[in-house]
Every structure is written in structure tokens, then in C-alpha cells.
């Protein structure tokens, strides 16, 4: 059984189909390279996936469970997480208080919590600064020592690690990643992405990379999958889909010659 199953999924905003009759499915621990050009509806697909829209039609399966249509809490606590394409973070406060806002598994946020039971909260709280410490250890050791910064103060590839890591810090199977290399250089982008695949496969969930940067893809992807204008055009192997002419045409612009 795959980890994630999409049957017909289609969007609809008005007259505009930006997702036509999708089937894609994703097994554990693929690393799956989404390609297409812009407008091609791949944020479309991660918005519908993580629930911010609900599909016109189709069915989503998450690890057997029918997640279509459900809340982006409930999608999240079943182990799909996401990074944005524009980065949101809140500047003014700290790496830690920023990836403490992905936690939202194992928080409690009641009232009488925070206020009444103080003891457990400060332990609670000092369990999250170590989580935190060793997520950011595991992805990037420099960043654990600048928790307590303001995230305003970082550089961009050390905002997108802030970024991934609140995105991890829930355990999630399958990890959405929407164009992470956008206002990094080329060499930031081949770090941040060796820094996520030497995370240990058994913290490594499956990852679904919106890349436009075709190295990268080409370095970190089992899987190609190509969108134009909603529809999957193919999907392979990296050479698979680069060599066939119906991608080159449509994605990298290039007239085939016969
Ligand atoms: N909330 C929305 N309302 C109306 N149209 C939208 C909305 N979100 C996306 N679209 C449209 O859907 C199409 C696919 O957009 P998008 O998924 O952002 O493409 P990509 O990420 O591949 O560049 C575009 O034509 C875009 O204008
Ligand atoms: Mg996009």
C-alpha cells in the first residue's frame, strides 16, 4: 500500500481548472522531484493535499486513511507537513518560539495549563527547548546555538532552516516542500538539500520537492513527476522525463527537432 494515493483529484477556482483528474501516489521514503511550469498547479497541489482547499473531486489516502476533504490540523496530526513558497515566518520572534508553533502534537495550550499547573508547564517547556535543540542539531548544529535569536536576524538559507525544522518537528511520513531554494544561491541550495538528505532515514520521511532548480532535482529526486496545466504529464526517472519531448517542450521551452 502507498503511503499517499491521490485518485481523480481535480481543482476548480471558478471557470480556472488548476488540478485535472490527478492519480499520484507516493511510497515511504521516495523522494519524489515535482516539476512544471509556473501556473502548472503544483502549490495548488500541496494546498489541496494539506487541506487549506477542499478538492472539487478526487480522493486522497494518507498511509489507508481517506484524508480528502479534512482540516489542515487533522491532516498535520495524521503526518503530512509543509513549507510554504513564501517563507512565513514571524521575524520578530525566535527560532525557538517559531518551530515551537509547528509543535502543536504534544503542546497544551489549555488555560488553567498554563496558568494553574506551572511546574508542569515549565517542564513542558523545557522538553520542547530540548526537542527543538536536537532537531535543529540534527539538520544544521550552528542554528541549535542561535535558538534564542529572532529569526529576522538570520540569514535566508538559515530562515528556511527554520523553516524545515518546524515543518519536522512533528515527525511527519511525508514532508511538502514548495520551491525551498527561492532567494538562495545555488551553493545554499546543494547544502540545505544535503543537509536534509543526511537526515537518518529513520527520521527522513517521504518528500514531495517543488523544485524549479533542475540539479537539485536531478541530485535528490528517485522519482520525477511533471505537471502542465493541472494534468500530470509523465513521470520517471530523471532521464526519463528530461528526455522525453512532450516535457522538453512544455517545461524547459526547447523545440525538439525530429
Ligand atoms: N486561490 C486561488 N484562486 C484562484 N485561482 C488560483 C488560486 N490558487 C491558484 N490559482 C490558480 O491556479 C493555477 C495554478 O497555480 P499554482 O498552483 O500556484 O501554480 P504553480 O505553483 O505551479 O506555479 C494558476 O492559474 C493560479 O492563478
Ligand atoms: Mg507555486
Do not use: W
Amino acid at each position: 500500500m502507498s503511503l499517499l494515493s491521490c485518485t481523480g483529484l481535480t481543482m476548480h477556482f471558478g471557470g480556472l481548472t488548476a488540478l485535472n483528474h490527478l492519480d499520484i501516489k507516493v511510497d515511504a521514503g521516495e523522494t519524489i522531484g515535482l516539476v512544471g511550469p509556473n501556473g502548472s498547479g503544483k502549490t495548488t497541489f500541496f494546498n489541496v493535499l494539506t487541506g487549506i482547499y477542499r478538492p472539487s473531486e478526487g480522493q486522497i489516502l494518507f498511509d489507508g486513511k481517506d484524508i480528502t476533504g479534512c482540516s489542515p490540523q487533522a491532516i498535520y496530526q495524521a503526518g503530512i507537513s509543509r513549507t510554504f513558497q513564501r517563507s512565513r515566518l514571524c521575524l520578530e520572534l525566535s527560532v525557538f518560539d517559531n518551530i515551537m508553533i509547528g509543535n502543536t502534537k504534544n503542546r497544551n495550550d489549555g488555560f488553567f495549563f498554563n496558568i494553574f499547573h506551572r511546574k508542569a508547564f515549565r517542564s513542558q517547556c523545557a522538553r520542547f527547548e530540548e526537542r527543538t535543540r536536537a532537531a535543529l542539531e540534527r539538520l544544521n548544529p550552528a542554528l541549535a546555538s542561535r535558538m534564542h535569536c529572532a529569526v529576522g536576524d538570520l540569514s535566508m538559507i538559515d530562515r528556511r532552516r527554520v523553516e524545515i525544522c518546524r515543518a519536522l518537528i512533528g515527525s511527519p511520513r511525508l514532508l511538502l516542500l514548495d520551491e525551498p531554494s527561492a532567494g538562495m544561491t545555488q551553493d545554499e541550495t546543494r547544502q540545505l538539500m544535503d543537509e536534509i538528505m543526511a537526515l537518518q532515514p529513520a527520521t527522513r520521511p517521504a518528500i514531495i520537492l517543488i523544485e524549479h532548480e533542475m540539479n537539485v532535482i536531478r541530485r535528490i529526486s528517485s522519482r520525477c513527476i511533471v505537471f502542465n496545466f493541472g494534468e500530470k504529464l509523465c513521470e520517471g526517472s530523471f532521464e526519463e522525463v528530461t528526455s522525453n519531448p512532450v516535457v522538453q517542450q512544455a517545461y524547459l521551452g526547447t523545440e525538439v527537432s525530429a
